[in-house]
């Protein structure tokens, strides 16, 4: 599994040799460490490992952790196995000598050292580093409290294999360490995998969310509860005090009387609708031969020629009329007459046809 390192942009805090925490200066901290606390380089050991061609990349992970267990230094080794180009970079210390007083995470300082090229010596927090890079990873280091002897920095060159650049005979100048507040973006660290102990940590959350949300919801129900049955209560209040307001029960008693009334007045005016309707075919001249009435429609059959009948001008007639809308004359078979029916108007809703007709056009 791998993961990218990621850590706050905090001041850095180091855990020296002797156990001390201090600022990168080497003074002692002024407050409790954040994570991550930086190992200082004086408790680290450093490897590397080189996949060779044969080990495919989907097992590269598998290979540097078998890598790790087979050279791990201490009986009680912690490590960080960050992976590279040419493999992964191992960083070991000695979790015994952690106190028992520290609990933030621990990172080894050279993961916070800045990235160099081929063979240089880096003056850390406590004593000298001596490293060799290449392609931008780093591929060797070692470290002493002393300055390098010309032998010491002899027996690192000769323990580099495959470096392409040659060391030189003496060790270069210290370079001061210029620490930074966060590891390289480049550096992906290479975890353990997946085990049961993860799949039944993120049961527990997933059931801890789960309860959280439910007892969240449940919560927002048992209030809109409450505040329904508050509404209700109110409610039953104001109604009460409606019942017993004697000018309230009389105004209600005089609207139920008005809405009775208008439901009995609610009819159409039907012999009045039929006058108009005879007034027009007076006018024209026409002889009806048979009509019916009811309280939705009036039909009359006129005994005459349709080529005789003005249609337009008799139906924009009785449209006029104030009772009679939606007109529509039908010819009767063979022409031997006209059937003229209409929709009375409903006076109860402002002159409008009365509900429940559509207007049909009959050929």
Request: a positive charge.
């Amino acid at each position: 599994m791998l993961n990218r390192v990621f850590f706050p942009r905090a001041p850095l805090c180091f855990l020296t040799e002797s156990g001390a925490l201090t600022d990168h200066s080497g003074a002692p901290a002024r407050r409790r460490p954040r994570r991550p606390l930086v190992l200082s380089r004086a408790r680290c050991q450093f490897r590397s490992f080189v996949a060779g061609p044969h080990v495919p990349k989907s097992q590269l992970a598998r290979a540097a952790r078998v890598f790790v267990e087979a050279h791990a230094p201490f009986a009680d080794t912690g490590s960080v196995l960050l992976r590279t180009s040419y493999g992964a970079a191992v960083w070991y210390w000695d979790k015994s000598r952690i106190p028992d007083n520290v609990r933030a995470r621990i990172v080894p300082e050279g993961m916070f050292c800045q990235p160099g090229q081929g063979w240089r010596v880096l003056g850390c927090l406590e004593g000298y580093e001596a490293q060799y890079w290449e392609r931008g990873e780093l591929l060797a280091s070692t470290w002493r409290r002393r300055p390098f002897s010309n032998e010491q920095w002899a027996a690192f060159a000769l323990s580099v294999d495959g470096a392409t650049q040659s060391a030189p005979n003496s060790p270069p100048a210290p370079v001061p360490v210029r620490h930074r507040t966060h590891p390289s973006r480049r550096l992906t660290q290479i975890r353990e995998p997946w085990s049961w102990r993860n799949t039944e940590r993120a049961a527990i959350i997933a059931s801890l969310c789960c309860i959280t949300f439910s007892a969240f919801f449940a919560g927002r129900g048992l209030r809109f509860e409450y505040l329904a049955k508050s509404e209700a209560v109110g409610l039953a209040t104001i109604d009460a005090g409606r019942n017993a307001d004697t000018a309230i029960r009389r105004a209600n008693s005089n609207l139920e009387l008005l809405r009775d009334y208008r439901a009995m007045m609610h009819v159409n005016d039907v012999p009045g609708a039929s006058a108009d309707a005879f007034e027009v075919f007076e006018e024209f001249g026409l002889d009806v031969e048979d009509w019916s009435a009811d309280q939705q429609q009036f039909t009359a059959v006129l005994q005459v020629a349709v080529s005789e009948v003005p249609l337009r001008e008799l139906v924009s007639a009785l449209e006029a009329k104030p009772g009679l809308c939606n007109v529509t004359p039908r010819v009767s078979d063979g022409e031997a007459g006209v059937e003229i029916s209409a929709v009375l108007r409903d006076p109860a809703n402002e002159g409008a046809c009365a509900p429940g007709l559509v207007r049909e056009v009959r050929p």
